[in-house]
């Protein structure tokens, strides 16, 4: 009797534990069972895809922080230029105006600049705008608070700011990442209009330069002539010249008279020897042709003799002349390149024109989420097939 009263305590015992063992937990350990034994044969694919994925999915789908871009586009112009008359005032010219291309670059190269960044992060707080606790750890500027140095800010930066220059075109576009749209706006407008200051500087240096390079050229110009004038009247003085070529022509007129009188005297003197060989005349007309000889032999030693005649003397004077001449010419062209400068300073060489000013963004362009999910599926995918080759081949390997 004992022992059937213990046969069905323990059966009812057994009924008992089954009820319990349907309950809520028994349901759920029922429907994890398959999910833990697939995670236990695919250990491999869970750890290095499923979570994973699962994190990218989360942060770029949720955690990522909006970014807005603002963009602009300009171009840096100069007015057309007429073609100097002169070699100084080509010279003028190139000062300081270089190609438009290159200038674009160069406001390129300060946009991107330490300068750039100095100015803008003290008109607006670059660390605080960066450094917001609402934007998400991965994109905050120093999320540690470790290391938030003007370096760190820079390389920052330059990740958040692009300058691209179309080569064909010189039309140069400015765009501005932040996590704010008003943020993306006023640091793309500080940017542009220090661009516009820097083309103002360099028209003012550019028009300095024109302006002193033209005055030195003048100044040497009118030294130069001074000193040829001052050299030319000290020879005409040292050599009792005031014009050469009428004095050589005064003195040949003297030959010439000279030679005259005595083809005059040797007629005279030719007749007296045929009719009247004895006449005392004779030996006065004599003497006079002798003297005649002489004065012409010393009047054209005057005019083409040695060192002292007067065509040495005028070919000195000729060059000197013509050094003074050359030396006016040159004072009177810089003086003319001297005004051209001066006119070029009353108008701009260049300008930044805006092509697209910069906008306000209502909507965040960046992140997109939907096309960073599916990059990172496919790209822990391509890591999956990878290590399981590996892994296979190291089971071959091993067998």
Do not use: W
Request: charge should be neutral; aromatic fraction near 8%.
């Amino acid at each position: 009797m004992n022992d059937l009263v213990k046969k069905m305590k323990d059966k009812k015992d057994r009924l008992f534990f089954r009820k319990k063992s349907v309950g809520p937990f028994s349901r759920r350990s029922s429907v994890l069972q398959p999910v833990l034994s697939y995670i236990n044969k695919n250990k491999t694919f869970v750890i290095i895809f499923i979570i994973p994925m699962l994190a990218c999915g989360l942060y770029f789908g949720f955690l990522e922080s909006d970014i807005y871009v603002s963009e602009c586009a300009f171009v840096v112009r100069q007015p057309e230029r007429k073609n100097a008359a002169s070699s100084l005032g080509i010279l003028l010219n190139s000062i300081g105006v270089s190609s438009v291309r290159e200038e674009s670059y160069t406001v390129k190269a300060f946009v991107l600049s330490r300068d750039s960044l100095k100015v803008i992060n003290d008109n607006i707080n670059l660390r605080k705008a960066f450094g917001n606790s609402n934007i998400d750890i991965i994109n905050r500027f120093d999320p540690l608070g470790m290391d938030d140095s003007f370096e760190e800010l820079y390389k920052y930066f330059l990740k958040h700011v692009t300058v691209d220059v179309d080569a064909t075109s010189s039309i140069a576009t400015l765009k501005v990442r932040a996590f704010s749209a008003h943020d993306a706006f006023n640091i793309n407008e500080g940017l542009l209009f220090m661009s516009e200051g820097l083309i103002n500087k360099l028209n003012d240096r550019a028009r300095r330069d024109m302006v002193s390079i033209a005055l030195k050229e003048v100044d040497e110009a009118e030294a130069e002539a001074r000193k040829c004038a001052l050299a030319l009247s000290t020879y005409q003085d040292q050599e009792t010249l005031f014009d050469p070529a009428q004095q050589s022509t005064m003195q040949l007129q003297q030959v010439s008279r000279l030679q005259t009188e005595l083809i005059s005297v040797r007629g005279q003197l030719a007749q007296y020897r045929e009719f009247a060989s004895e006449s005392p005349q004779i030996k006065a007309l004599e003497k006079r042709a002798s003297e005649l000889r002489k004065e012409i032999n010393l009047e054209m030693a005057k005019v083409a003799g040695g060192s002292e005649s007067m065509t040495q003397k005028l070919i000195e004077y000729e060059r000197l002349k013509l050094d003074r001449e050359f030396s006016e010419n040159r004072l009177a062209t810089a003086l003319a390149s001297l005004e051209q400068a001066r006119a070029e300073v009353q108008r701009q060489q260049l300008y930044l024109e805006r092509i697209v000013l910069p906008n306000i963004p209502d909507s965040a362009i960046y992140p997109r989420r939907v096309i960073n999910t599916l990059a990172a599926a496919g790209l822990l995918l391509f890591v999956y097939a990878v290590i399981r080759m590996l892994l296979i081949g190291v089971l071959e390997h091993q067998e």
